[in-house]
């Protein structure tokens, strides 16, 4: 596969306040809505977004194929100061087989039919702040784990419990913000019982805020994984891509957008993103 654009791919979780014209973010991660402005015990946000990817590979039913990603939701909810606890997933996710091959399981007669349509797998994180705040240098964590909400048979997920443990950090120095996520995460395997597959888990962006009194931001970056097995087992494939994006802010809203190209393992060739949130400051 190839690639992946990180479409709107900007979680800036707990940025600076909420008032300011720039608030930096103190930490940073590859997510489908952003959260902005979660620095304090109580702020909510709610966000819904779409998104398409072109040549996805789909290795448990070998198709390849475009992949829809309709009502993409995202919650984010600062649980306490500097912790934030996120949720997100898809309600509908459509899958067009553009050719399939010897497939290692036995596919749903839809994928034999050229379209695959079901709710796609969800995740829960916990990310906190531990050095820092939202101006210099912050250093952070993060806990996630993929809940099964699809089959397999679809084409639409790999139906696995997977879990990720990453260092976050990211350094703000005028209208320029760096962050950065390298960590480590356990696969489960989805044809084999009993099995995993611990991957390199890695981020990085550069987000820059070219308009004094515009709450626009501007970011560019890669987010993949890297296997660290040298037979990779199905379905835990590499993945990697490279974006470029912006966000937008107004009042208690925020729109961001996205696109990229993939260089890795199950990537799609291209994606594009978008979502359109809501922030409730607690």
Wanted: zero cysteines; proline letters at 5%.
């Amino acid at each position: 596969m190839r690639v992946l654009p990180a479409a709107l791919l900007v979680l800036g979780f707990f940025s600076q306040t909420v008032g300011t014209a720039h608030g930096q973010s103190a930490l940073r991660r590859t997510a489908a809505i952003q959260p902005v402005g979660l620095a304090r015990k109580g702020d909510l946000l709610l966000g819904v977004g779409a998104a398409y990817e072109s040549n996805v590979s789909r290795p448990l039913v070998a198709v390849f194929g475009d992949l829809g990603h309709l009502g993409a939701l995202k919650l984010a909810w600062a649980v306490a100061d500097y912790v934030l606890l996120e949720v997100e997933g898809d309600l509908l996710r459509v899958l067009t087989v553009d050719s399939m091959g010897t497939p290692p399981i036995n596919p749903r007669p839809e994928v034999f039919n050229g379209k695959s349509t079901a709710a796609g797998d969800f995740s829960v994180a916990f990310s906190f702040l531990i050095l820092g705040d939202g101006d210099g240098l912050g250093v952070g964590g993060r806990l996630k784990v993929d809940l099964p909400n699809s089959n397999q048979k679809d084409g639409i997920g790999t139906n696995t419990t997977n879990v990720h443990l990453s260092l976050l950090g990211s350094y703000g120095r005028g209208p320029f913000q760096f962050t950065g996520n390298v960590g480590v995460g356990i696969l489960e395997v989805p044809l084999e019982s009993f099995r995993q597959n611990d991957v390199i888990v890695y981020s990085a962006e550069m987000l820059v805020s070219p308009l004094a009194d515009v709450r626009l931001r501007l970011l560019g970056g890669v987010d993949g994984r890297a296997s660290t097995r040298n037979k990779v087992p199905i379905g835990t494939e590499d993945l990697g891509e490279a974006y470029l994006g912006l966000d937008f802010r107004f009042g208690d809203w925020l729109i961001d957008a996205a696109a990229g190209l993939g260089y890795a393992g199950n990537s799609p060739d291209w994606k594009v993103e978008g979502g359109l949130a809501f922030l409730i400051n607690g």
